[in-house]
């Protein structure tokens, strides 16, 4: 007698807690066997949004970015060791171990990303600034700026069946890095897999109380609470995420909804990639790999085939050829190449789309209905071999740019020129992604430039990236993931703009001293302290404000051709009286800009062993007031921001340098970037 399949259950307030009813039976993929039940009656939808704000809420806040940013760390290293377990569950939906691996190491690595540009491009600090100060008054006691400061309510993630892992993954980590608690309610196919990922999170006691709650089945009345603090996301079809998009509770509450839907994503055969060419070949295996794939069941999938006329022959038959070896199999299988669909009904709705798809289009390789396979049961698991299919007339149909079926299914379709083959990708209405893949740069140029307002992603495909590219259909987690129109309108991920996804930019008004208080950064007009120089003080001593004023030192006419000569840098400006007297910015011969960079470090710089380990560069630099010879030099060197690390003895300190003249007109502003040691003489 088999066992009964497990029984999945919600992790909300603080417990693991089941449905009050048995609820919808889950069957593997491939076999047809039961795996898990799933329900959700009984939870308590209000109460669980309020755990996340009341508990989780304020210990993220609390957290300043770095630390969230090494909460993700851990937390991606702890799953990446039970990564073979979660393998081993993703075979009930249908992944091979390739589509496994996108789904659970491509989700896993989503996160470690994002913990790493937090570290490395975040502040340390609770809140962010946006763009520069906005000086208000003339003599500089009025300023603005903007900053960004956490949602205080919980962002509920609504995620689709294709990806149970990676799909919450991609979307928490942005989400927790931001400071803000996450509802996570997976799709309920495979769920059972979400179920185990969440589990094996919350055993690892890494995250705060109620920064991650699990929903398993419906979400009730759920969005009837949300308020306009919360976020929701949502990730599936198009009708069913107006449907939400439109809840009373979210348009009232303006509540922050983002959105991936259908895509209908084209890829571009360039005219110059004929049979023969690498980009011809390449084209060939990146729409057979888009089309196979998670057998096809990835919103990034390449739907629309768009190739030069002259080609479609050669083309249409290279695919075939292809695809026909692509032969569906029992996912652990070493030798499968295409998994089943993620279920039997699933299957089916892609046999509707088909016939759909034939009033435009015919059928040019594979069988809807005819199931070839490597191993496996046909009648037990949800296979489908690939099914390519034509369209010689694309302008004249409307099928095959509305219908979207979320399987092995592709339309190939000609174009005459390239007017023609942008305007078929736009016909879409908005996709998460297109492609081109052409060698020739003019023809990248039209494209890219033609369809880009109607894709979120496009990518250039060509031989000098053949071997580094990711592809078509890969998102990645430092670039934008989302579309316009049809595609739902939204971005995910994008790396630290994903970030402030869950964030609120507010305009923050009044005197430079309180300013700087609130942001952590030392701003123009704001007290300063000096004494001691600077570079004599460790972290533990340096504060924001503290300032050195050096001594002066005059510029001369051998100085500037000295260090032309010393490097090579004999511009006229800086050679040539007349010339310079030419010049419209100049009234005679000016000093380089970077020997008045180098000038302001001698003047700064303390020379002795101390806290400061290393200059790493700097930011924002500008010349701004030409220097003469005979002019002076002085330098105002301020501590701007402190950022120390978490795991290491140093951190990196930001200096506002100004560089001014003997009549104070700034002649250089910059920020100069140091790494400074925690402690001085160090701790041992």
């Keep these: 007698m088999s066992a009964a399949p497990r029984r999945l259950e919600s992790y909300v307030c603080g417990g693991w807690a089941a449905g009050a009813r048995e609820g919808q ?183 705060p109380e109620g920064a991650l709650q699990l929903i398993c089945g419906s979400v009730g009345d759920l969005l009837d609470h949300v308020t306009g603090q919360d976020a929701v996301t949502f990730t599936g079809s198009a009708w069913t995420g107006r449907k939400l998009k439109s809840h009373p509770a979210v348009i009232a509450n303006s509540v922050r909804f983002t959105m991936e839907a259908d895509s209908l994503n084209a890829s571009i055969l360039g005219p110059d990639a004929g049979p023969g060419t690498p980009e011809f070949d390449l084209f060939v295996k990146e729409v057979a790999r888009e089309m196979t794939a998670k057998a096809g069941q990835k919103c990034t999938a390449i739907r629309r085939v768009i190739a030069p006329r002259a080609h479609v022959q050669a083309l249409v038959a290279a695919l075939g050829e292809r695809l026909g070896k692509a032969l569906p199999g029992l996912p652990g299988d070493e030798a499968t190449r295409m998994g089943p669909l993620a279920s039997l009904d699933q299957r089916e709705e892609v046999r509707a789309r088909i016939r759909e798809l034939q009033a435009d289009a015919e059928i040019v390789a594979g069988s809807p209905d005819e199931v070839r396979l490597s191993s496996g049961d046909a009648g037990a698991g949800a296979f489908l071999n690939p099914v390519l299919m034509y369209c010689d007339r694309p302008f004249a149909a409307t099928a095959v740019h509305d219908v979207e079926a979320f399987g092995p299914v592709s339309t190939v379709m000609p174009y005459d020129d390239l007017a023609e083959a942008v305007e078929l990708a736009r016909l879409g209405k908005g996709s998460l992604v297109s492609s081109v893949f052409t060698d020739d740069p003019k023809v990248a140029e039209e494209v890219v430039l033609g369809v880009a307002p109607f894709h979120g992603r496009v990518l250039i495909g060509n031989r000098a990236s053949a071997k580094t590219s990711t592809g078509h259909g890969s998102p990645l987690a430092p670039l934008v993931h989302g579309g316009p129109g049809r595609a739902g309108g939204g971005e995910e991920m994008g790396g630290i703009r994903g970030v402030t996804h869950y964030m609120q930019r507010s305009a923050v008004q009044g005197s430079p001293r309180l300013l700087s208080a609130i942001t952590g950064r030392w701003i123009e007009g704001a007290p300063a302290t000096q004494g001691i120089h600077p570079f004599r003080k460790s972290l533990a001593d340096l504060k924001i404000g503290d300032q050195l004023v050096t001594a002066s030192r005059q510029v001369t006419l051998e100085d500037v051709e000295h260090f032309a000569h010393f490097t090579g840098d004999t511009f006229y400006a800086h050679m040539d009286e007349a010339a310079a007297k030419a010049n419209p910015f100049f009234d005679d011969r000016v000093a380089h800009g970077y020997l008045i960079a180098s000038f302001a470090a001698g003047l700064f710089v303390e020379p002795s062993p101390g806290p400061v380990l290393a200059n790493y560069g700097v930011d924002n630099l500008r010349f701004l007031t030409p220097v003469y010879f005979g002019d002076t030099l002085q330098v105002r060197l301020t501590c701007k921001e402190i950022n120390p690390r978490a795991n290491a003895e140093h951190g990196e300190v930001r200096w506002d340098c100004q560089v001014t003249n003997q009549n104070g007109a700034v002649v250089a502003q910059y920020d100069v970037l140091t790494m400074v040691a925690k402690h001085w003489p160090p701790v041992s």
């Design 25 to 207: 039976v889950l069957l593997d993929a491939a076999t047809g066997a039961p795996v898990a039940s799933i329900d959700s009656s009984g939870i308590d939808f209000a109460a669980v949004l309020d755990h996340g704000r009341r508990v989780a809420g304020p210990r993220l806040r609390a957290m300043p970015f770095h630390d969230r940013a090494g909460m993700l760390k851990a937390l991606g290293l702890a799953l990446m060791e039970r990564k073979e377990e979660f393998y081993a569950e993703s075979l009930h939906t249908g992944a091979t171990r390739p589509d496994g691996w996108i789904d659970i190491e491509g989700g896993i690595g989503t996160m470690l990303a994002f913990a790493s540009k937090g570290r490395r491009e975040l502040p340390n600090t609770r809140v962010l600034t946006d763009g520069e100060v906005e000086v208000l008054s003339k003599d500089g006691s009025f300023v603005a700026q903007h900053i960004l400061t956490p949602l205080q309510g919980v962002a509920v993630h609504i995620n689709a069946f294709h990806f149970p892992i990676w799909g919450m993954l991609e979307k928490i980590a942005p989400t927790l890095l931001a400071g803000v608690p996450c509802v996570v309610k997976p799709a309920s196919q495979t769920a059972y897999l979400t179920e185990l990922c969440v589990r094996r999170i919350i055993e690892t006691g890494i995250l």
